[in-house]
C-alpha cells in the first residue's frame, strides 16, 4: 500500500512585481501616482469610448533589440516589459540557472488583429476579386508566425526568448478567470512541491479599435464622460486600460535560500464560476469563495478589479457591502480594465502595500472606498469577471 504524504504545503512568497501600465512603471512609481490619486485617461482618441492609455515607456530598456520589439504587437511588448521589471524586482533577472527552472504562466486574450490586412481582405471580398487575389493576400499580407490575429502563446514565448524564462511554460485563456488561474495553479505547485519558484502575468493593449468593437457588441464600453467605477450608474461599463502586471512567486525555502527580500504571502487562490441565470447568483458566489479563503481578520482589506459593467458590478458591490468593516479599493478607477492582467494587477497592489505597511489613497466618491489609518495584515483580492466567472486572493504580510 502506498504511504500518504503528510508533508506540509510549501509556503509561497511574492518576491517580484512588474507594472507597466496607464499610470507609470514600477512598484515605487505606482505607489506615488496612487497615492497622488492620479488618473491617465483618454476620451477623445476613440470618442464615445473611454479608454486608460500606456504611460510613456522606453522598450529599449527592457527589450533591447530592435528586431524583437518589432516583431511584437503592442501587447506582447507591454508584457515582455513587465516581465522584466518582475524579474529585476526579484533579483534573477540574467541568472540563467534559475530562469532556467522557472515556470511562467501567462493570462493571454486572442491576440491583436492587424486591421490594414483585415479590411484589405474585406475589401477584396466586397470587390468580388476572385479566391486567388484572397489567398495572395493571405499569403504575402501576413507574417509567417501568424494568421489573422496573433496566437496567445506568442507572450509566453517572448519573455523566454527576451528574458531566458526556460521553464515550464502555459497559456491560459479565459479573460479575467484566466488571471485567477494563473495565480491558482502556481500556487497550487508551488505548495505542492512541485515548482521552486514561477513567473505570472497578463498584457493588454487598450488602445484598439477592434476590442472596443467587440466589446461593444456586449455594451460593456464605458462611453462618452470618464467617471470612477463605483460612481457610473446603471448606465455604465468598463473603460479598456493598457498595461501589464507581472509577479515572481516562489517557496519561502526558496527565497530564503537565495536571500530574496519577499513582498507578501500568497496564502490562498479560490475561484468559482456561477451560472449568472439569477439576481444575485454572483453576490452568493462571491460570499462562498470569501468563506474558502481562511481566517479573514478584522482589518483586512480588500482590493477589487470590478469592472464597472452592469449588472455584475452592482452584484459585487452587494457583496462588498456586506463587508463593510473591511477598507476597499478598485483598481478600475486609476487603471482601467485590463482584462486578463485584472487579477495579476490586484495581487500585485495588495503586495504592495502590505510591504508600504498600508493601503493607498482612496479615489471614488461613492463612498464604498474609505480612507484608513490602519496598517492591515491581510488583503483580499476578489474580481467578477464582466460576463462569467469570479476570483479571490488572500494576500498576507511577512513579519
Same mark, same amino acid.
Given at each position: 500500500?502506498?504511504?500518504?504524504?503528510?508533508?506540509?504545503?510549501?509556503?509561497?512568497?511574492?518576491?517580484? +512585481?512588474?507594472?507597466?501600465?496607464?499610470?507609470?512603471?514600477?512598484?515605487?512609481?505606482?505607489?506615488?501616482?496612487?497615492?497622488?490619486?492620479?488618473?491617465?485617461?483618454?476620451?477623445?482618441?476613440?470618442?464615445?469610448?473611454?479608454?486608460?492609455?500606456?504611460?510613456?515607456?522606453?522598450?529599449?530598456?527592457?527589450?533591447?533589440?530592435?528586431?524583437?520589439?518589432?516583431?511584437?504587437?503592442?501587447?506582447?511588448?507591454?508584457?515582455?516589459?513587465?516581465?522584466?521589471?518582475?524579474?529585476?524586482?526579484?533579483?534573477?533577472?540574467?541568472?540563467?540557472?534559475?530562469?532556467?527552472?522557472?515556470?511562467?504562466?501567462?493570462?493571454?486574450?486572442?491576440?491583436?488583429?492587424?486591421?490594414?490586412?483585415?479590411?484589405?481582405?474585406?475589401?477584396?471580398?466586397?470587390?468580388?476579386?476572385?479566391?486567388?487575389?484572397?489567398?495572395?493576400?493571405?499569403?504575402?499580407?501576413?507574417?509567417?508566425?501568424?494568421?489573422?490575429?496573433?496566437?496567445?502563446?506568442?507572450?509566453?514565448?517572448? +519573455?523566454? +526568448?527576451?528574458?531566458?524564462?526556460?521553464?515550464?511554460?502555459?497559456?491560459?485563456?479565459?479573460?479575467?478567470?484566466?488571471?485567477?488561474?494563473?495565480?491558482?495553479?502556481?500556487?497550487?505547485?508551488?505548495?505542492?512541491?512541485?515548482?521552486?519558484?514561477?513567473?505570472?502575468?497578463?498584457?493588454?493593449?487598450?488602445?484598439?479599435?477592434?476590442?472596443?468593437?467587440?466589446?461593444?457588441?456586449?455594451?460593456?464600453?464605458?462611453?462618452?464622460?470618464?467617471?470612477?467605477?463605483?460612481?457610473?450608474?446603471?448606465?455604465?461599463?468598463?473603460?479598456?486600460?493598457?498595461?501589464?502586471?507581472?509577479?515572481?512567486?516562489?517557496?519561502?525555502?526558496?527565497?530564503?535560500?537565495?536571500?530574496?527580500?519577499?513582498?507578501?504571502?500568497?496564502?490562498?487562490?479560490?475561484?468559482?464560476?456561477?451560472?449568472?441565470?439569477?439576481?444575485?447568483?454572483?453576490?452568493?458566489?462571491?460570499?462562498?469563495?470569501?468563506?474558502?479563503?481562511?481566517? +479573514?481578520?478584522?482589518?483586512?482589506?480588500?482590493?477589487?478589479?470590478?469592472?464597472?459593467?452592469?449588472?455584475?458590478?452592482?452584484?459585487?458591490?452587494?457583496?462588498?457591502?456586506?463587508?463593510?468593516?473591511?477598507?476597499?479599493?478598485?483598481?478600475?478607477?486609476?487603471?482601467?480594465?485590463?482584462?486578463?492582467?485584472?487579477?495579476?494587477?490586484?495581487?500585485?497592489?495588495?503586495?504592495?502595500?502590505?510591504?508600504?505597511?498600508?493601503?493607498?489613497?482612496?479615489?471614488?466618491?461613492?463612498?464604498?472606498?474609505?480612507?484608513?489609518?490602519?496598517?492591515?495584515?491581510?488583503?483580499?483580492?476578489?474580481?467578477?469577471?464582466?460576463?462569467?466567472?469570479?476570483?479571490?486572493?488572500?494576500?498576507?504580510?511577512?513579519?
Amino acid at each position: 500500500m502506498a504511504e500518504t504524504s503528510h508533508k506540509q504545503p510549501a509556503e509561497a512568497w511574492i518576491t517580484g +512585481i512588474g507594472l507597466a501600465t496607464s499610470l507609470a512603471e514600477g512598484p515605487d512609481a505606482h505607489w506615488d501616482a496612487l497615492n497622488q490619486r492620479r488618473v491617465n485617461v483618454d476620451t477623445t482618441s476613440f470618442a464615445p469610448y473611454i479608454v486608460h492609455p500606456l504611460a510613456p515607456l522606453s522598450f529599449d530598456k527592457q527589450i533591447p533589440k530592435k528586431g524583437d520589439q518589432r516583431q511584437m504587437e503592442a501587447w506582447q511588448r507591454i508584457g515582455t516589459y513587465a516581465a522584466g521589471l518582475a524579474l529585476d524586482s526579484a533579483g534573477i533577472k540574467g541568472n540563467t540557472e534559475i530562469l532556467s527552472r522557472t515556470d511562467m504562466i501567462v493570462a493571454a486574450g486572442g491576440g491583436e488583429r492587424d486591421l490594414s490586412v483585415d479590411s484589405a481582405v474585406l475589401n477584396s471580398d466586397a470587390q468580388g476579386e476572385t479566391p486567388g487575389v484572397l489567398n495572395e493576400r493571405l499569403m504575402n499580407d501576413l507574417r509567417p508566425t501568424l494568421f489573422l490575429a496573433q496566437l496567445s502563446n506568442l507572450l509566453a514565448g517572448n +519573455i523566454a +526568448i527576451v528574458h531566458g524564462v526556460t521553464g515550464s511554460s502555459r497559456t491560459f485563456m479565459g479573460e479575467e478567470e484566466s488571471g485567477v488561474d494563473a495565480a491558482r495553479i502556481a500556487l497550487a505547485r508551488i505548495a505542492a512541491g512541485q515548482s521552486d519558484i514561477a513567473l505570472i502575468g497578463a498584457a493588454q493593449n487598450g488602445e484598439r479599435k477592434d476590442l472596443l468593437m467587440l466589446y461593444e457588441f456586449g455594451d460593456f464600453n464605458l462611453k462618452d464622460a470618464y467617471a470612477p467605477v463605483f460612481a457610473r450608474g446603471p448606465k455604465g461599463g468598463f473603460a479598456l486600460g493598457s498595461g501589464s502586471a507581472f509577479l515572481v512567486i516562489e517557496s519561502k525555502a526558496h527565497a530564503e535560500a537565495r536571500g530574496a527580500k519577499p513582498y507578501a504571502r500568497l496564502t490562498n487562490v479560490v475561484a468559482d464560476m456561477s451560472r449568472r441565470r439569477n439576481a444575485g447568483d454572483v453576490t452568493a458566489s462571491m460570499q462562498q469563495l470569501w468563506g474558502q479563503l481562511g481566517t +479573514i481578520h478584522d482589518d483586512a482589506a480588500i482590493i477589487t478589479g470590478a469592472t464597472g459593467a452592469n449588472a455584475v458590478t452592482d452584484e459585487e458591490v452587494a457583496f462588498l457591502r456586506a463587508q463593510s468593516g473591511h477598507p476597499v479599493r478598485a483598481t478600475g478607477t486609476a487603471f482601467g480594465h485590463v482584462m486578463e492582467a485584472q487579477f495579476p494587477l490586484g495581487i500585485a497592489l495588495a503586495a504592495l502595500s502590505l510591504s508600504r505597511g498600508g493601503l493607498f489613497a482612496a479615489n471614488d466618491p461613492s463612498g464604498l472606498e474609505i480612507e484608513t489609518t490602519k496598517a492591515p495584515d491581510q488583503i483580499v483580492v476578489v474580481g467578477a469577471g464582466h460576463w462569467r466567472g469570479e476570483g479571490m486572493a488572500l494576500v498576507e504580510a511577512i513579519r
